[in-house]
């Protein structure tokens, strides 16, 4: 069974970082694609950006590149989401989500349940 769980969200100060974690199991880790996605109250989910394990490329969405960043640690089967200079506009429901494709695919299959992150001023 494809599990996805998200950790590392929380309460922080304008200006403050923080690192998310997507933990993984139930796939062959290296044939997947893991994306990032946020969905604030009131507001369509918004993608973040995504991971391909098969080469071990990752892009970011251009209007968070250079705050966000996504890595992988294949030994912990885990994708994190790095996030810096975090604005209000920041807070939201953060999820990663699973596709077995070996590039950023436009859907995924499988979707974690997210972490709050919440910025305050």
């Known amino acids: 069974e494809v599990q996805l769980v998200e950790s590392g969200g929380g309460v922080v100060q304008a200006g403050g970082s923080l690192r998310l974690s997507c933990i993984t199991s139930?796939?062959?880790?290296?044939?997947?694609?893991i994306g990032w996605f946020r969905q604030a109250p009131g507001k369509e989910r918004q993608g973040i950006g995504c991971?391909?394990?098969?080469?071990?490329?990752?892009v970011i969405t251009s209007s968070l590149k250079g705050r966000f960043t996504i890595s992988s640690d294949n030994a912990r089967r885990t994708v994190y989401l790095e996030m810096s200079s975090l604005q209000s506009q920041d807070t939201a429901v953060y999820l990663c989500?699973?596709?077995?494709?070996?590039?950023?695919?436009?859907?995924?299959?499988?979707w974690g349940r997210g972490t709050q992150v919440t910025v305050s001023a």
């Open positions: 989500a699973a596709d077995p494709s070996t590039t950023c695919p436009p859907n995924y299959d499988y």
């Open positions: 991971f391909s394990n098969s080469d071990g490329s990752s």
């Open positions: 139930g796939f062959r880790f290296e044939d997947y694609a």
